[in-house]
C-alpha cells in the first residue's frame, strides 16, 4: 500500500493520495473580514458598479494565485 502523503522536493509541496490521483494539500491565506462599511461597498459595486467590481475581483484573485 502506498502512502496517504508524500512530499515533493522539487515544487515543495505535500501530496494526498486519492485513489490514483495525488492532490496537493493547499490552505487558503488567511484573510482579515471586512467590516460593515467594507461590505455596503462592496454591495453597492456589485449591484450599480459591476464593471468594476469584477475587474477589482479578478485583480484580487489573480493576486492570491
Not at 494526498?16 to 490521483?21: A, F, K, L, T
Not at 496537493?24 to 482579515?32: A, F, Q
Amino acid at each position: 500500500m502506498m502512502k496517504k502523503y508524500t512530499f515533493d522536493a522539487k515544487n515543495g509541496l505535500w501530496y494526498e493520495q486519492c485513489e490514483e490521483y495525488r492532490l496537493p494539500c493547499l490552505t487558503v491565506p488567511n484573510s482579515k473580514p471586512i467590516g460593515i462599511w467594507g461590505q455596503r461597498h462592496r454591495r453597492y459595486l456589485r449591484q450599480h458598479k459591476y464593471g468594476t467590481y469584477t475587474a477589482l475581483l479578478l485583480m484580487t484573485a489573480a493576486h492570491l494565485w
